[in-house]
């Protein structure tokens, strides 16, 4: 499967010039709530006419909303201008070996819409017509005067690429390893398509809805069927050459330890996924396929889980000084498809290692969070990633 990693906007001529701007004015208006057209000009240092043509366009693409007055010193009350929830949507799809899961997110990110459609293959020739008709449903449900829809963010499991570690994990799907996902998802759709990796899509959604939205550059720790990472760096997101960094699982945690899907030996998902959990469980003559059964089993305290959580505690905090000593994360946040009070537990096991640059005498916030997103996190992800884009993330910082 190949995927090609957009490039950054460094030109300067006026196009691009006016869509910086906007993303900028947008960007603003995301992390203020609401400004008046001075307040603007100001903060993005742009002149006031130029600040007047910007808002203008945006109000006759009613993505932008003109409040109310408010008094600020002297002078003329200032219009106070927001973001209009119901300017645009956009789609987000997350496409699973045996499911598609598909939501719909306003121009702020709020949830209209999620489904969930069992498939029998993760073939193109079954996912592509699929994911059109759950698209089809998802935008008919708000009625027949959709807005404008930004475009579709699809996550599927990566690596992308014919790599070292492609035919790791169980999570693969079949038949898309010399296709162009981007490319087939436009052609069926019709509107501009987004690849992303679980992981990613699923911290962008945390930073939406989820435990860091106050936060500017975090860890997210993604639990699916084998373990990923995502990592916003001051609200960028970062993702390697070929968009494949963040392969949390396949980092080897203990030299010549269990044999890893990939080929590898003692690599962290081995001990500490989803997978892990249910192979320890099955020995113990337990199941533990789906996150009921993990519910089930933690309700009644069940003292295998507990060795469990023990056995994948050490290595996921091995892993987690790893991720602060390279990152720098305010928190590193645990989410996925995991049930939270299990995700609680392995928290409270963790031993953190006690020197790292995540230990600070001024830190507000722990240094492990759970996250607050649910199992649609992935696809509600994706289309936040399609928002996102809208943007310029790093606002508030350099404001
Ligand atoms: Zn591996």
Not at 103 to 127: M, Q
């Amino acid at each position: 499967m190949h995927r090609k990693t957009p490039l950054k906007i460094i030109g300067s001529n006026a196009e691009r010039t006016r869509l910086h701007n906007r993303k900028v004015v947008l960007g603003h208006l995301r992390s203020h709530g609401k400004l008046g057209r001075a307040e603007l000009a100001r903060l993005t240092g742009l002149s006031t006419q130029a600040m007047s043509n910007i808002i203008a366009e945006l109000e006759s693409e009613a993505l932008i909303l003109a409040g109310e007055r408010q008094t600020k010193g002297r002078g003329l009350p200032a219009v106070q201008y927001t973001l209009n929830p119901a300017g645009a949507v956009a789609l987000g799809v997350e496409v699973r070996p045996n499911a598609i899961l598909c939501a719909l997110v306003n121009f702020l990110g709020d949830t209209l819409y999620t489904k969930r459609i069992h498939i029998e293959s993760s073939a193109p020739a079954v996912v592509l017509p699929a994911v059109k008709t759950a698209c089809d449903e998802a935008l008919s449900s708000i009625g027949k005067n959709a807005p404008p829809v930004l475009g579709a963010g699809i996550v599927m499991p990566g690596p992308f690429g014919r790599v070292g570690l492609t035919g790791a994990g169980k999570a693969e799907l079949v038949g898309w390893d010399d296709k162009d996902p981007q490319a087939l998802f436009e052609d069926v759709l019709q509107v501009p398509v987004r690849v992303e990796n679980d992981a990613t899509a699923a911290a962008i959604a945390e930073q939406t809805t989820g435990s860091a939205t106050d936060l500017q550059s975090f860890c997210f720790v993604y639990f699916g069927t084998g373990l990923g990472l995502g990592v916003i760096s001051n609200g960028e997101i970062l993702r390697g050459a070929f968009g494949n960094a963040g392969e949390l699982g396949h980092v080897v945690v203990e030299r010549g330890g269990r044999l890893c899907s990939c080929g590898n030996r003692g690599c962290l998902e081995t001990y500490t996924s989803r997978m892990a959990a249910r192979e320890f469980l099955q020995k113990r003559g337990k199941s533990a396929e789906n996150q009921k059964d993990l519910s089930d089993l933690l309700a009644v305290n069940d003292p295998d889980l507990e060795k469990w959580i023990c056995e994948a505690a050490d290595p996921l905090a091995q892993a987690i000084g790893t991720l602060e000593n390279l990152f720098d994360p305010e928190a590193v946040i645990l989410g996925g498809a995991m049930p939270p009070e299990l995700l609680e537990r392995l928290i409270a096991k963790l031993n953190l290692i006690d020197a790292t640059v995540s230990v600070r005498a001024d830190r507000t916030l722990p240094r492990v969070v759970r996250g607050a997103s649910g199992w649609m996190t992935a696809a509600l992800g994706a289309a936040a990633l399609i928002i996102h884009d809208t943007y310029i993330p790093s606002i508030s910082k350099v404001a």
